[in-house]
């Protein structure tokens, strides 16, 4: 199973709300990413777990809080949402912590902030 | 800072011939990645590539890495309309704690009949 899944797909969400975007892979990984994409533009890293715990952050707002709660799941936490912030969500994992290893990608979740 | 830096940045080409996507990076590093996306759809990766002379084929694509000349490239043999697509490439910077990858800008490929 070679496989990383997003829930949700499509989410439409005001300025004042909290939400979460969910990412869960199976495959064992034991790094987890998730980017930002805006439209024909490439991926924006922004945060990247190593073991559960965060290694990178690129110096991403505080609007969006990551977690890893175990090795499979990884989510994102939204809140106070700007609409510039509207993008497709993308999460990703790789098998190892040093290089030489793929990224699998998610499907990834489209954002509409209103 | 690190670039990347891809061109194209559009491309489009007839079915049935040839053509070179070129990825150029800023820094030392040997480990290039090559990523196909389809609208609306995520990235799929196409090619790994771990060391100076590098070189991958799958099916009508070959990748490459000179990472003397921090180059990379993507050739495309015989076009078909299924390769229609963004290819990305992208640079990994990260030190042995995590991967940190540089995206290229894209190549939006077309592929006409």
């Known amino acids: 199973d070679t496989e990383v899944t997003q829930t949700p797909k499509h989410l439409v969400m005001g300025m004042t709300n909290k939400k979460s975007l969910k990412c869960e892979q199976h495959m064992g990984h034991r790094a987890m990413y998730w980017y930002k994409q805006k439209a024909k533009k490439p991926p924006e890293l922004m945060f990247v777990y190593s073991y559960e715990k965060l290694s990178i952050n690129e110096s991403v707002p505080s609007r969006f809080s990551p977690e890893c709660p175990n090795s499979s799941l990884l989510n994102l936490h939204l809140h106070a949402l700007q609409p510039e912030d509207s993008a497709l969500y993308l999460c990703a994992s790789s098998q190892g912590l040093a290089g030489g290893h793929e990224q699998y990608f998610g499907p990834g979740t489209r954002l509409t902030v209103t | 800072e690190l670039k990347v830096e891809q061109n194209p940045l559009f491309?489009?080409?007839?079915?049935?011939?040839?053509?070179?996507?070129?990825?150029?990076?800023?820094?030392?590093s040997d480990r290039l990645?090559?990523?196909?996306?389809?609208?609306?759809?995520?990235?799929?990766?196409?090619?790994?590539?771990?060391?100076?002379?590098?070189?991958?084929?799958?099916?009508?694509?070959?990748?490459?890495?000179?990472?003397?000349?921090?180059?990379?490239?993507?050739?495309?043999?015989?076009?078909?309309?299924?390769?229609?697509?963004?290819?990305?490439?992208?640079?990994?910077?990260?030190?042995?704690?995590?991967?940190?990858?540089?995206?290229?800008?894209?190549?939006?490929?077309?592929?006409?009949?």
């Not at chain 2, 491309?11 to 030392?28: A, D, F, H, R, V």
């Not at chain 2, 002379?53 to 043999?77: F, P, Y």
């Open chain 2, 11 to 28: 491309l489009s080409m007839q079915e049935g011939k040839n053509y070179t996507i070129y990825c150029n990076y800023s820094t030392t």
């Open chain 2, 33 to 113: 990645y090559w990523y196909r996306q389809d609208p609306g759809k995520s990235l799929e990766s196409l090619f790994v590539l771990l060391s100076n002379g590098a070189v991958k084929q799958e099916g009508r694509l070959m990748a490459s890495l000179d990472t003397k000349a921090r180059l990379s490239t993507l050739h495309i043999t015989a076009a078909v309309h299924d390769l229609s697509a963004t290819y990305f490439c992208a640079v990994d910077t990260g030190n042995q704690g995590a991967q940190k990858l540089v995206f290229g800008q894209g190549t939006r490929l077309t592929i006409n009949p």
